[in-house]
């Protein structure tokens, strides 16, 4: 048998620090609570018990059931497509295409 990951639906923010001013809520809130630190052009994140790791530029940075998780950019969009952009999905496999799999159907 085989089995397909449902979709999940996460925030993400692309960082680059001249666009912090259009940051979304949760990053602004992490930000005044000390879990994320800028520096110059550079990110550190609180992970785990506050390991800090440096994000760069243009990577992303998800809010998922309250944790901040980072992704570099050629992950982030190998794993990810922004809601409503289903033209970067092709059908799976066993020949259903993505809408009767986001909505349950096969063919």
């Known amino acids: 048998m085989k089995y397909q990951k449902k979709p999940v639906t996460i925030e993400a923010f692309q960082w680059f620090p001249e666009e912090t001013d259009n940051a979304p809520d949760w990053f602004k809130k992490e930000v005044n609570n000390g879990n ?3 520096r110059g052009t550079r990110l550190s ?3 785990e018990d506050c390991f ?8 992303y940075i998800t ?8 992704y ?4 982030f969009e190998i794993n990810y497509v922004k809601v ?6 092709s059908p799976d496999d066993i020949g259903n295409d993505i ?6 159907g096969d063919k």
Request: aromatic share 14%; proline share 3%.
């Open 72 to 75: 570099k950019r050629s992950s």
């Open 45 to 47: 994140v609180c992970i």
């Open 99 to 104: 809408h009767e799999f986001l909505h349950g």
């Open 52 to 59: 800090y790791v440096v994000i760069r530029p243009g990577d």
């Open 36 to 38: 994320l630190v800028a």
């Open 84 to 89: 409503n952009d289903t033209d970067r999905i």
């Open 63 to 70: 809010y998922e059931n309250r944790k901040i998780y980072y």
